[in-house]
């Protein structure tokens, strides 16, 4: 069966300091990877897809980046956090086989407090 | 484009009541329609989905959804309420023939009153 995995689970970081957050997916080839960013009170807005390996799709102009360096890894970025960068990271993946790809299923997420 | 609109953002029912949390969504092709679950701190978990088929779509722990086109409408109903039914539910909608991207409803918390 498939799983996916993220790390850490919390965070707490500065203003202006890196930010890295990891997703990887077991049991499956060739997903599709997606990105979503909850905030307090709001609803899931999608932040990046990728379809492949290096291919990343951004939906929302940001100071985040996401990067696809392995089949079954999607990893979360940005040089310098803001203050509105704080909320709760959900990874997501989904098959890439005819019939089975519109569902998408969700790691256990992120929670990122930026101080 | 597509959008989902969820109707109350909290819903209070008493433990053993009917649950009915009550999604419409706009779509320019036919669409799939998803329910989602989420706990609180932990991700979402799949409730149920209609892509073709069967109007009426059993999923999970007893719930369950309609879909009707003419009332563009996806709306989740469980008969009888548990206590560990409490939770924030999501609709979603993605286009069939589209690219795979779903679009999230705002979200509606469901309150168990004993």
């Known amino acids: 069966s498939q799983t996916i995995h993220q790390w850490p689970a919390t965070l707490v970081q500065p203003v202006g300091s890196p930010l890295s957050l990891e997703c990887t997916v077991e049991g499956t080839s060739n997903p599709n990877l997606y990105w979503y960013r909850q905030a307090a009170g709001r609803g899931l807005q999608l932040l990046f897809y990728?379809?492949?390996?290096?291919?990343i799709s951004s939906e929302v102009p940001q100071n985040l980046s996401a990067s696809r360096p392995q089949d079954r890894q999607f990893i979360l970025s940005s040089k310098k956090l803001l203050l509105s960068d704080s909320g709760f990271y959900l990874c997501?993946?989904?098959?890439?086989?005819?019939?089975?790809?519109?569902?998408?299923?969700f790691g256990p997420g992120t929670r990122l407090l930026v101080l | 484009a597509q959008s989902v609109t969820q109707l109350g953002s909290h819903v209070s029912v008493s433990e053993g009541a009917l649950v009915l949390l009550r999604c419409n969504y706009s779509s320019s092709v036919p669409p799939y329609l998803f329910w989602y679950v989420q706990y609180p701190n932990q991700g979402l978990q799949l409730l149920l989905k209609?892509?073709?088929?069967?109007?009426l779509v059993k999923g999970i722990n007893g719930f369950e959804a309609e879909f009707k086109k003419s009332e563009t409408s996806f709306h989740l109903t469980k008969p009888s309420a548990h206590m560990s039914d409490a939770a924030e539910y999501f609709c979603a909608v993605s286009e069939i023939g589209g690219n795979e991207k779903l679009t999230f409803g705002t979200g509606t918390r469901l309150t168990i009153i004993p």
């Open positions: 209609y892509t073709t088929g069967a109007t």
């Open positions: 997501a993946w989904s098959p890439t086989d005819r019939g089975l790809r519109e569902t998408q299923y």
């Open positions: 990728s379809v492949g390996i290096g291919q």
